[in-house]
């Protein structure tokens, strides 16, 4: 592998490890009663805002001109509608995000918003775990590199 394409994988595992961490944050946040008020929120808040954050760098880093996806692409074209669909959960998960944190601004007024804010949150948990894991898919596909699955 070409030494300079070898350090680019290397900031991708290393910002991979700190998606992780965020999203562990949200996933421990949710995990708090709910009946905490006002500490839950400010716990959700904080995460879902750095979860954003490492969503948005993590889109750069892999979606920049000869990065990850289109270096994938061209190795293995067979992997192009994997990419795509990496690229357009990137769009989503972004928006939903930005969702979550504008319903936190407007205010969640029942108990019952509240709920289904945590549920929205947590469904998205989930969602970006089966991303990651289709990126090692992808990545292991195209390049035979496991880029790690606990970061």
Request: glycine residues 8%.
């Amino acid at each position: 592998m070409d030494p300079e394409f070898a350090a680019y994988l290397e900031r991708v595992r290393a910002h991979r490890a700190e998606l992780g961490e965020s999203l562990a944050a949200l996933d421990a946040a949710l995990a708090l009663p709910i009946g905490l008020g006002v500490l839950w929120r400010r716990r959700v808040r904080a995460a879902l805002t750095e979860l954003e954050h490492d969503l948005r760098d993590h889109r750069a880093i892999t979606e920049e001109p000869g990065g990850l996806y289109s270096d994938a692409v061209a190795r293995a074209p067979r992997l192009a509608s994997l990419a795509k669909r990496q690229m357009e959960d990137h769009l989503d998960f972004v928006e939903v995000v930005q969702r979550l944190l504008g319903e936190r601004e407007a205010g969640l007024q029942s108990a019952e918003a509240v709920a289904a804010h945590r549920e929205a949150a947590t469904e998205l948990v989930g969602r970006i775990i089966r991303h990651r894991q289709r990126g090692a898919d992808l990545i292991y596909e195209a390049y035979e590199v496991d880029i790690g699955g606990s970061g």
